[in-house]
Nanobody, 125 residues
């Protein structure tokens, strides 16, 4: 069972950038597909970004497309979420998720078996 640990959250101002990391305990992390989700207070968890580990593409919702980028580092067993031009509405707890043998990016929370504990991102106006 893989364990995921997020880091990199914090308090930033609108327009700033922030990069979140998700380190996996299992080596190799391949062939897990991974995703990032977020949950603002009082809201349901929503999809932010996803990728298949095997290079099967990436998927983003319209709300973050062009601002957020998901990437991976095989050597470090880590997935990243680069967030640019942050907005106050991006404030949430961000979670990474993984599932083995995902050949395509998955945007549904039910499509993942493993979740990290979350990291808080707060964007002030």
């Amino acid at each position: 069972q893989v364990q995921l640990v997020e880091s990199g959250g914090g308090l930033v101002q609108a327009g700033d950038s922030l990069t979140l990391s998700c380190a996996a305990s299992e080596r190799p992390f391949n062939p897990y597909g991974v995703g990032w989700f977020r949950q603002a207070a009082g809201n349901e968890r929503e999809f932010v970004a996803a990728m298949a580990w095997s290079g099967g593409g990436t998927v983003y919702p319209q709300s973050v497309k062009g601002r957020f980028t998901i990437s991976k580092d095989h050597a470090k067993n880590t997935v990243y979420l680069e967030m640019n031009n942050l907005k106050p509405e991006d404030t949430a707890v961000y979670y990474c998720a993984a599932r083995k043998n995902l050949l395509k990016p998955v945007s549904d929370t039910g499509g993942y078996d493993f979740w990290g504990q979350g990291t808080q991102v707060t964007v002030s106006s």
